[in-house]
């Protein structure tokens, strides 16, 4: 079984509707799959299958209501595809204490027996159980967006992760672990986690541990998505994460591909249908059959990626962004040329997008002048 968990460091990304769609591919091609609405808190994966508010979720196993898990999973009626819902009526359903943590993996990884992929659609943010979820594979999914802060919390979540994998490896009583502590205790946390030095460092002070981290580090290699994309220079965002992960935490990361913004998506989720079985024809569709494909073909989880191999991801993704493009240009002009769409509704259009920009605009000041001041009080990337 195949564990694929999709997480985002922002919510708004477009995380559910992604893992939703991606789902149904893969029953398409003939997997046996199973989407998890592990958004705890905030479920809503539900609504992008078409489904209203589920009677059983997660909470109710959480809670010790229900005992039998086999009685959350929804077998829907897309034939290959079962889901498990979340729960945002229960409280405390969120923040999971560890032995509900671990019971719930538990019944997790018990459905290897009658599934092919298992995909994990996590919460927007960096809580301990959304990173642990997350390391249950090697080749999670960071779905992000060229804007600023996106971005950044999209760094943010695998500087989280990394430094997660080192508390899960660390035990208690090493010397590994009273470095990190100590760290912490300084105030040397995630924010001024350096992992090549940190990991030097326990290297000299404790060469089992260093062992025993390198060799699951070696294997964690997260995949990216840049979702919401207007235009094909926003597909180079996606490098900036890349040369911040390879340089701050020693992390390589892989793209997946590029996504752009379509209005499409919402029109499909008023219509409670996954937007792959909407409308395939749409570029949007064709970018997650394209994702999902590469995913397909990279068959079991690859503990080791050459250069190149990262190297010629990045470069796809900016190809896709470019054919992509073109092909959004050809559509909006047939449009026009039919009648379908006015200039009017052309130009505003153009309106909207011109606010999201200067919105964006006003936004990435705001952050440039928090970073700045973070700076000046000793806080490095």
Same mark, same amino acid.
């Given at each position: 079984?195949?564990?694929?968990?999709?997480?985002?460091?922002?919510?708004?990304?477009?995380?559910?509707?992604?893992?939703?769609?991606?789902?149904?591919?893969?029953?398409?091609?003939?997997?046996?799959?199973?989407?998890?609405?592990?958004?705890?808190?905030?479920?809503?994966?539900?609504?992008?299958?078409?489904?209203?508010?589920?009677?059983?979720?997660?909470?109710?196993?959480?809670?010790?209501?229900?005992?039998?898990?086999?009685?959350?999973?929804?077998?829907?009626?897309?034939?290959?595809?079962?889901?498990?819902?979340?729960?945002?009526?229960?409280?405390?359903?969120?923040?999971?204490?560890?032995?509900?943590?671990?019971?719930?993996?538990?019944?997790?990884?018990?459905?290897? =027996?009658?599934?092919?992929?298992?995909?994990?659609? /996590?919460?927007?943010?960096?809580?301990?159980?959304?990173?642990?979820?997350?390391?249950?594979?090697?080749?999670?999914?960071?779905?992000?967006?060229?804007?600023?802060?996106?971005?950044?919390?999209?760094?943010?979540?695998?500087?989280?992760?990394?430094?997660?994998?080192?508390?899960?490896?660390?035990?208690?009583?090493?010397?590994?672990?009273?470095?990190?502590?100590?760290?912490?205790?300084?105030?040397?946390?995630?924010? =001024?986690?350096?992992?090549?030095?940190?990991?030097?460092?326990?290297?000299?002070?404790?060469?089992?541990?260093?062992?025993?981290?390198?060799?699951?580090?070696?294997?964690?290699?997260?995949?990216?998505?840049?979702?919401?994309?207007?235009?094909? =220079?926003?597909?180079?965002?996606?490098? +900036?994460?890349?040369?911040?992960?390879?340089?701050?935490?020693?992390?390589?990361?892989?793209?997946?591909?590029?996504?752009?913004?379509?209005?499409?998506?919402?029109?499909? /989720?008023?219509?409670?249908?996954?937007?792959?079985?909407?409308?395939?024809?749409?570029?949007?569709?064709?970018?997650?059959?394209?994702?999902?494909? +590469?995913?397909?073909?990279?068959?079991?989880?690859?503990?080791?990626?050459?250069?190149?191999?990262?190297?010629?991801?990045?470069?796809?993704?900016?190809?896709?962004?470019?054919?992509?493009?073109?092909?959004?240009?050809?559509?909006?002009?047939?449009?026009?040329?039919?009648?379908?769409?006015?200039?009017?509704?052309?130009?505003?259009?153009?309106?909207?997008?011109?606010?999201?920009?200067?919105?964006? +605009?006003?936004?990435?000041?705001?952050?440039?002048? +928090?970073?700045?001041?973070?700076?000046?009080?000793?806080?490095?990337?």
């Amino acid at each position: 079984m195949r564990i694929i968990p999709i997480a985002s460091g922002k919510g708004g990304v477009g995380k559910s509707l992604i893992a939703a769609n991606l789902a149904v591919i893969f029953a398409q091609s003939g997997k046996r799959v199973v989407l998890v609405d592990l958004d705890l808190g905030a479920s809503n994966l539900h609504l992008v299958l078409g489904y209203q508010s589920p009677q059983k979720g997660i909470g109710l196993f959480i809670n010790g209501t229900q005992e039998n898990f086999s009685d959350i999973i929804v077998d829907t009626e897309i034939r290959g595809l079962r889901f498990i819902p979340g729960d945002n009526e229960i409280p405390g359903t969120a923040n999971l204490k560890t032995a509900q943590r671990k019971a719930l993996v538990k019944q997790l990884l018990a459905l290897e =027996k009658d599934t092919d992929i298992l995909i994990l659609d /996590l919460g927007a943010g960096t809580h301990q159980s959304i990173l642990d979820f997350f390391l249950l594979s090697g080749q999670g999914i960071i779905i992000t967006a060229p804007m600023v802060t996106a971005v950044l919390n999209a760094y943010i979540f695998l500087k989280n992760a990394s430094y997660r994998l080192m508390y899960t490896i660390f035990t208690r009583g090493t010397r590994a672990y009273e470095y990190l502590e100590q760290m912490r205790k300084e105030g040397s946390g995630p924010r =001024k986690l350096y992992v090549p030095r940190m990991i030097a460092e326990i290297k000299q002070v404790d060469p089992p541990s260093y062992a025993k981290f390198k060799a699951h580090f070696d294997r964690f290699h997260p995949r990216l998505i840049m979702n919401l994309i207007d235009d094909p =220079k926003d597909a180079d965002v996606s490098m +900036k994460i890349r040369r911040s992960c390879e340089e701050y935490l020693d992390l390589q990361i892989e793209h997946l591909g590029i996504i752009y913004r379509d209005s499409i998506q919402d029109i499909a /989720l008023s219509s409670r249908l996954p937007v792959v079985l909407y409308k395939p024809q749409s570029l949007i569709s064709q970018a997650l059959y394209r994702i999902a494909e +590469k995913i397909l073909q990279s068959g079991e989880e690859k503990f080791s990626l050459t250069d190149k191999e990262i190297d010629d991801s990045f470069q796809e993704a900016g190809v896709e962004a470019e054919s992509d493009f073109e092909n959004r240009m050809d559509y909006v002009e047939d449009l026009l040329h039919s009648g379908v769409l006015s200039q009017g509704d052309l130009v505003e259009t153009i309106k909207s997008q011109q606010f999201e920009i200067t919105k964006i +605009k006003k936004e990435n000041n705001f952050l440039k002048y +928090k970073l700045a001041a973070a700076m000046s009080q000793g806080f490095k990337p």
